[in-house]
């Protein structure tokens, strides 16, 4: 596969281009129902964070453990449980990061970032081998950095990048449509049965 590359990709290990950094356990005592959200594994949903169910920390820890804070465009990765979920932090206000969730890295000199956030959405079920642990599997960030990755120059990569944003967004278009498919057919079954104990169906 490899000689069949296009001029100018090469192989690199993840960790080449990014960095895993992984969460700080805080304290489940110093939770409160309002403050700086706390990004936990089960917040990571779909492709972006949910704060629902979310718990929530005092400001201070904003300047206690700033090395934790997330911000909008972060990529956040599961590394336990949910091993290999991806999702991008979206929201305006600051986060800080929980332990068993890490926080993507990325060397921008070398590598674009909406590239590396579509081959990181490829990566679940290599992570989910890498995986140890009884009961609940778990990985290291080492684990993650170790991948391979296939990369062009970095034009091609913003090239590549801007022709999957604009098929996944025909994609999810597609989903749409049949989600509501259900619902249509809910719809014409009633009006079917509605029709026959009128007795249009037979009239």
């Known amino acids: 596969m490899e000689n069949n590359l296009p001029e100018n990709w090469k192989k690199y290990e993840l960790g080449d281009l990014l960095t895993i950094q992984n969460g700080y356990a805080f304290p489940s005592t110093d939770y409160k129902k309002t403050g700086v959200p706390l990004i936990r594994q089960s917040n990571l ?41 991806l999702c991008r932090y979206d929201l305006e206000e600051i ?18 970032r909406r590239f590396i956030w579509h081959y990181l959405n490829t990566i679940e079920r290599k992570l989910q081998e ?42 999810s278009d597609c989903q749409t449509r049949l989600d509501k498919i259900p619902l249509i057919l809910k719809r014409f ?15």
């Open 95 to 112: 986060g800080l990061q929980n332990q068993r969730t890490g926080k993507v890295v990325l060397n921008e000199k070398r590598s674009n």
């Open 45 to 85: 949903a779909g492709n972006k964070v949910s704060l629902n169910k979310c718990v929530f920390l005092d400001k201070k820890y904003i300047i206690e453990k700033k090395d934790f804070i997330v911000t909008k465009g972060d990529m956040l990765i599961g590394m336990s449980g949910s091993i290999g979920k």
């Open 189 to 203: 079954r009633e009006s079917i049965l509605a029709a026959a104990f009128l007795g249009e169906l037979t009239r």
């Open 130 to 171: 890498k995986g140890k642990g009884l009961g609940v599997s778990n990985i290291s960030a080492k684990d993650i950095e170790s991948l391979e990755i296939l990369l062009p120059p970095l034009d091609q990569q913003e090239l590549i990048a801007d022709e999957l944003d604009s098929l996944l967004l025909k994609v």
